[in-house]
């Protein structure tokens, strides 16, 4: 293989530490994809900088690119590796539940349940001003959500049933995000059992594992 071919080949996901960056890190390792990771400082504002724009001119995180190529938006990105890597079944292969099943979940993650929690997590996002009714707001709707989510949990192991999903990763870092904003989650047992059925996977360590070396910087 010669140099043009192995960058054709190069995966790079773009990321911020403790952002939703932690599920695609996740699939990826799932995967079992050669993969580099590239960090991002969003406190620094660095997503917006001249050299990140060149590379993603929405300024978000993550972002993967695989030779010439540009994924933006996690479902999408997330559905791109399910189907370069279809044994890893990051989504419903297709039996019990349609394979549109897991792309559907991943968008209501994405574009529904993500916002009430930044609403909770880091309300200033929203305004620049009062943020106390923004955040009661992202409380409210949460709670509606989660009590679906616990109810559905509360009967199985995993969002699919038998199966694990990287849906139940980006549903656990939901939910432990809008914790750390101060969502009662000690008041839903079914997603405590199923946080700890989540990063008892091996795929899930290591990508703290990656996340925390990222974050680090070359040693």
């Not at 990051?90 to 539940?97: C, T």
């Not at 509360?154 to 990287?166: L, M, N, R, V």
């Amino acid at each position: 293989m010669n140099a043009t071919q192995k960058r054709s080949d190069q995966i790079t996901l773009y990321m911020c530490p403790d952002s939703c960056s932690r599920v695609t890190i996740n699939a990826l390792e799932e995967a079992g994809l050669d993969y580099d990771l590239r960090l991002i400082d969003l406190l620094a504002n660095e997503q917006r900088s001249p050299a990140y724009l060149a590379v993603n001119p929405k300024g978000k995180v993550p972002a993967l690119t695989y030779g010439d190529h540009l994924l933006t938006e996690n479902p999408a990105i997330l559905h791109w590796i399910d189907r370069h890597r279809p044994q890893a079944r990051l989504l419903p292969p297709g039996e019990g539940a349609p394979i549109e099943h897991g792309l559907m979940d991943l968008i209501w993650c994405s574009s529904t349940l993500h916002p009430m929690v930044r609403q909770i997590h880091l309300p200033s996002r929203f305004t620049d001003g009062e943020t106390e009714g923004i955040k009661r707001d992202g409380l409210k709707k949460f709670d509606l959500e989660v009590q679906r989510i616990a109810d559905r949990l509360a009967g199985q192991d995993w969002w699919y049933g038998d199966h694990w999903s990287i849906v139940d990763v980006y549903l656990h870092w939901l939910y432990n995000i809008a914790a750390s904003g101060g969502f009662p989650l000690d008041a839903y047992p079914s997603l405590r059992d199923h946080a700890q059925r989540v990063s008892c996977r091996a795929s899930y360590a290591q990508s703290l594992e990656r996340e925390r070396s990222a974050s680090r910087g070359p040693s």
